[in-house]
């Protein structure tokens, strides 16, 4: 079940067209799998878009420039309806498939090789072209990420699966957003373990044990 | 320029959309039905320089916002077909269109070099791996492994690369408290490093 979502305000912004690319993109997939926050962006774009074309004051008469552009509009083809583009709708790792909520769908073809990290850890960079970087991290049964902190934020979808990290448990379509006051240990204990699809935009920084003593060797990871 | 089709501005901006929504709804289904003009015109005249409102406030360019609005219609043109009055009214519709297309402007619009590379974001626990068939896993370092070097660091250089790298301490800190001196304390940090190097290397 569905327990965290994205604040109103956000879901606001979303809405409006105002926030991150980055976060329209976070907030749009978890659109795709929240029906409630679905029915929140629906009635809230209902109201904007009422709002903004009641209004009472008339608009100018149409000038050259709109007639113009009416008729550019009109001398377009209608689009081609017949061939839409065909796109993967899920993700694959070791023989496992994940279906993607709708908006991920589109850059699965952008989604690099699985890599394994530490332990029971992996991930898949995902290039998301104008809006920078991003990561499906999945975590094997027992699999857990260092205890860290960010120096940015954070901004994690859960794709298939649940996982926990010291502070709550999130199930499949859970959003969160975590910064610089959030130290979490992130771990799955699921049968089927858990993938997220995550977008930092700092780099993470580690707190705690063996992984702070790794940060200053990182040239020799790169040998 | 635009032979035979007429633009009833006034008439229909007199009109709100919660009672025009029904009509506008025809307009829509006849676009996409007989890619009439003329009922385009009408949704035009209506929602095109109201959009403009909304474009200049979030673009606040008025090419930019033109551009929006010039997108957001051709929308409409194209996808009339794609609209459900079951689902939402025209409003609606074409404002979360317009929506759609905002956030695809923001994102060319924005710097490249705000992006930070992946690489930089998992800096340490990232083994790249080209092609997942080429690198036997086995082969890769984990952190476990490097737990297990660690400990089999001499005594001394472990103690100076505890405190500072996992303690946080810095070097002069070490060094008063071990009480040696600041070049010991660099001195055991550069061997141990460096012997850790080496065995990474030897376990490849």
Redesign the interface.
Known sequence: MISFHPNFPDLQAF????CE?AM?LMISAHVDMCPQCQQDC?EI??E???E????RS?????D???????????D????N?TAPEVINTSIELDGKFFELPRTLRRHVKNTG???????K?W?A?VDL???????FMYMEKGGRV?EHTHKGTEMTLVVDGQYGDGIAKYDCGDFTIMNNTHNHLPHSEADDGCLVFTI?????H?TA??????????H???? | MLVGISLETKQINSVKPIECAEEMSEYLSIIARDRCKRSFSKIFSYFAPRLRSYALKQMGNEALAMELVQDTMSNVWQKSHLFNSEKGSPSTWIFTIARNIRFDMLRKQRNRKEDVCSDDLWPILCEQTPDANEVSLDHQVTMDEIGVLFESLPEKQKLVVEAIYIDGKSQQEVANELDIPLGTVKSRTRLALQRLKEMLKDND
């Open positions: 809405s409006a067209g105002n690319p329209a629906i774009q209902a904007m878009a009422d903004l074309f009641t209004q008339s608009t100018p008469p149409l050259s420039q709109y007639y113009a552009m009416l008729s550019k509009i009109t377009l083809p209608v689009s309806t090789n699985w890599s394994r990290l530490v332990g850890l991930q960079p072209g104008d809006i920078g970087k991003a990561n260092p930092v935009d700092q780099p993470l580690f044990g063996i992984a702070r003593l790794l940060n200053p060797f990182s020799l990871f790169f040998k």
